[in-house]
Nanobody, 121 residues
């Protein structure tokens, strides 16, 4: 059974930091790109960041560029999202996803259950 499990969400004040983790199992983690998406109440799911299977290429949404960093450790089957200088508008449920390298949800075929990030002003 292919599975992704996120952790690390929580409540943080504006300007603070959080690190999300996503552990994969059930298929060869190191051969797939990984992405992070988020969805705020009443809004569509939006792309945050993605990383190639090798870790050598990354892409970011303009809204998080310079503040968030995606990384992966294939030996641990884990992808991370380091979030710094958090803003209230970053509040959302964050999902990790596994698939091909891109910014569209349809490019990912396995999704985690999501972890809530809340940034207070």
């Amino acid at each position: 059974q292919v599975q992704l499990v996120e952790s690390g969400g929580g409540l943080v004040q504006a300007g603070g930091s959080l690190r999300l983790s996503c552990a994969g199992s059930g298929r060869t983690f190191s051969t797939y790109a990984m992405g992070w998406f988020r969805q705020a109440p009443g809004k569509e799911r939006e792309f945050v960041a993605a990383i190639r299977w090798s870790g050598l290429s990354t892409i970011y949404a303009d809204s998080v560029k310079g503040r968030f960093t995606i990384s992966r450790d294939n030996a641990k089957n884990t992808v991370y999202l380091q979030m710094n200088s958090l803003k209230p508008e970053d509040t959302a449920v964050y999902y990790c996803a596994q698939g091909i390298f891109g910014t569209k949800p349809y490019e990912y075929d396995v999704w985690g259950q999501g972890t809530q990030v809340t940034v207070s002003s």
